[in-house]
């Protein structure tokens, strides 16, 4: 038996689909939060958002630096950083 999507797994899979057409998510909204997020706040939008680039998208790159703020999130290194 299939695993049953999330709920998380639907908005993405949307967000993606929207994202192949061009198209921002029609289920998310991607512009800065205007408060900051909390962390639990933050790591929701990353799963909501996991179609979305950072660079793209305000509201994953701001969840984004709660998290590495936090230390949940370590930055990966840039190609050839090592
Ligand atoms: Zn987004």
Not at 11 to 19: D, V
Not at 38 to 50: E, F, I, L, P, S
Not at 53 to 68: M, N, P
């Amino acid at each position: 038996m299939p695993k049953q999507p999330t709920v998380w797994d639907i908005i993405a899979r949307l967000a993606q689909e929207a994202e192949q057409q061009g198209q921002p998510s029609p289920v998310l909204d991607h512009v800065a939060p205007a408060v900051p997020l909390t962390a639990r706040q933050a790591h929701t939008v990353m799963q909501t958002h996991r179609a979305c680039e950072r660079w793209q998208c305000a509201r994953k790159a701001a969840a984004w630096d709660v998290l590495v703020a936090v230390g949940k999130v370590v930055p990966r290194p840039r190609n050839g950083a090592m």
